[in-house]
């Protein structure tokens, strides 16, 4: 992996103070600009909550590979920082004064989108990406393509006694109704919700016709990204395990352009199936987006990361967990969400065997819970982990692979 903060790749971008980090404690950032392949991470916190004394961006990442743009996942605060990162206004001079130009167009390099899974902390700005980037430039001449999961097929198990109405979402053109509606129909259903915003943006102001825009694929879909050869959904009919969500499975294509590869797993994010991580592969490196998963996929995430320089993973903290869930057993409200985070997701306690085990060469922590954890706390998952540790912040933009004019490399024509 490059070095980390400041302008990278084909796009421009906002220049940022030099901030510390976990590995470069202080002074002038690395640049970045001087990489072709460059990932920048817009949300770094997890959780369907707000967490106090935190500015942190639910879970989002962008990857630039020379003037392509690839967003993967957009939780809440996720699109301004994106705008953040990317939007450069052009400017005027009035005498002593500056004034924008035109309106942005930054978002018209995006080509895809991918979800990891379908939790507003990996989503929530999903719909504002969709109303405001159509005005940014996303689909300008060509179809924005989307990533995700389909419908899982059935209700999770009601282990908190949950006694309340069920929202279903109602039928499609071609989708029954259903309590677990997947990317395409969730996608439709955003359209619709806010028709009224977007023929009135199309009618009066130009926003271009998002219903030709927008290839949304799922996963498992056999006419879209069809599942790989041998696996078979579990059962919607019996109850499910985890060996039936997160089977060991080898990693699958899920999207191919002239920049890059990207294949997939199923990662254990229990109850939520589907739950994938992605890995992006460029002429320059490999990057994996954990996504949502607890410490065992069967080997899935091991197999995915193998060789990568990056591996972009979430983590919760330990110490929160000590204390937040401190005497809960079975019979106490909280059980529920004590073992949701016990079996869902990965805790700083198990995260560098996890990643030393992935052999990657460095180890980017995200989806941090709480966001207000201290980075310094985090920095002992290097006890276990013999690579490079980053505690990721908003913003943090790292070069992957070896700059231009190094080793051969050449800055590529785009």
């Excluded at 590979?65 to 690839?70: N, T």
């Excluded at 999903?126 to 209700?155: H, M, Q």
């Excluded at 579990?234 to 590869?261: H, I, K, N, Q």
């Excluded at 589907?274 to 987006?289: E, H, K, M, Q």
């Amino acid at each position: 992996m490059g070095p980390m903060r400041t302008a990278g790749s084909g796009l421009s971008r906002r220049p940022r103070p030099a901030r510390a980090s976990a590995d470069r404690p202080g002074g002038q950032p690395p640049r970045t600009d001087q990489y072709n392949t460059v990932l920048t991470l817009l949300g770094t916190t997890g959780g369907m909550t707000w967490w106090p004394d935190c500015d942190r961006a639910s879970a989002s990442q962008a990857l630039a590979v020379g003037d392509a743009l690839y967003v993967i996942d957009l939780g809440f605060g996720a699109t301004r920082r994106l705008a953040q990162a990317f939007n450069r206004g052009q400017y005027v001079r009035r005498g002593r004064e500056r004034i924008q130009g035109e309106l942005t167009t930054f978002m018209a390099n995006v080509r895809a989108v991918f979800l990891t899974h379908l939790h507003m902390d990996h989503l929530g700005d999903y719909a504002t990406f969709l109303e405001v980037g159509a005005r940014s430039g996303y689909g300008d001449g060509k179809e924005l393509v989307v990533i995700g999961p389909g419908s899982r097929g059935r209700l999770e198990e009601n282990h908190s006694g949950y006694a309340g109405g069920i929202m279903t979402a109602e039928a499609g053109s071609d989708s029954p109704a259903t309590p677990t509606p997947g990317t395409r129909r969730m996608t439709e259903l955003l359209l619709q919700a806010f028709a009224q915003n977007f023929n009135d943006c199309a009618r009066d102001e130009g926003y271009p016709d998002l219903t030709r825009i927008l290839d949304v694929r799922e996963i498992g879909d056999p006419a879209a990204i069809p599942w790989p050869a041998g696996f078979t959904p579990p059962d919607p009919g019996r109850p499910w395990t985890s060996d039936d969500t997160c089977p060991a499975m080898e990693p699958f294509a899920v999207y191919e352009d002239d920049r890059l590869r990207v294949s997939a797993v199923l990662v254990d994010h229990f109850q939520v199936y589907p739950s994938f991580a992605y890995r992006f592969d460029t002429d320059d490196g490999g990057l994996v987006i954990s996504g949502d998963t607890g410490p065992d996929t069967r080997g899935n995430l091991q197999r995915l990361a193998r060789g990568a320089d990056v591996l972009v993973h979430e983590v919760i903290d330990q110490a929160w967990i000590e204390s937040a869930f401190a005497g809960v057993d079975r019979n106490h409200p909280a059980w529920p969400l004590y073992d949701h985070v016990m079996t869902a997701h990965t805790s700083s306690a198990d995260l560098g065997r996890v990643a030393a085990s992935c052999q990657v060469k460095t180890l980017v922590l995200s989806h941090i819970a709480p966001g207000n954890t201290p980075p310094w706390r985090l920095r002992a998952i290097q006890r276990d982990f013999p690579g490079r540790l980053v505690v990721g912040e908003d913003l943090m933009a790292m070069g992957i692979g070896q700059p231009f004019g190094r080793l051969g490399v050449h800055r590529p024509a785009v």
